[in-house]
Nanobody, 123 residues
């Protein structure tokens, strides 16, 4: 499966962005999907995950209450709504498809990755 992340950009602190992750070549409607981010000079870190049905979600503590993950299996897409953005949210955001159907946090549980979309939050 190929994943395409989009929706990044430059936004002021306090603003919002909606990231999208679209799958091609094969559906990922049976798989958990996660969002990760990698800031300059740092390791890739978990942001959020959702199970195949959209009924279970997990969030990193740093984004709880501000970010919302959702999916539309009919459109073969997963979204990350990001509100109240902070400069610390600046990073390249990646979506990934998990090996299984559940929502998972560990990066090793993901086997397909998108190319990333850059988010820059100015203060």
């Amino acid at each position: 499966v190929q994943l395409q992340a989009s929706g990044g950009g430059l936004v002021q602190a306090g603003g919002s962005l909606r990231l999208s992750c679209a799958a091609s070549r094969r559906t990922f409607s049976d798989n958990g999907v996660g969002w990760f981010r990698q800031a300059s000079g740092k390791e890739r870190a978990f942001v959020s995950a959702i199970n195949w049905k959209g009924t279970t979600t997990y969030y990193a503590e740093s984004v709880k209450g501000r970010f919302t993950i959702s999916r539309d299996n009919a459109k073969n897409a997963v979204y990350l709504q990001m509100n109240s953005l902070k400069p610390d949210d600046t990073a390249v955001y990646y979506c990934a498809s998990a090996r299984g159907s559940t929502a998972v946090i560990r990066i090793s549980e993901y086997n397909y990755w998108g190319q990333g979309t850059e988010v820059t939050v100015s203060s």
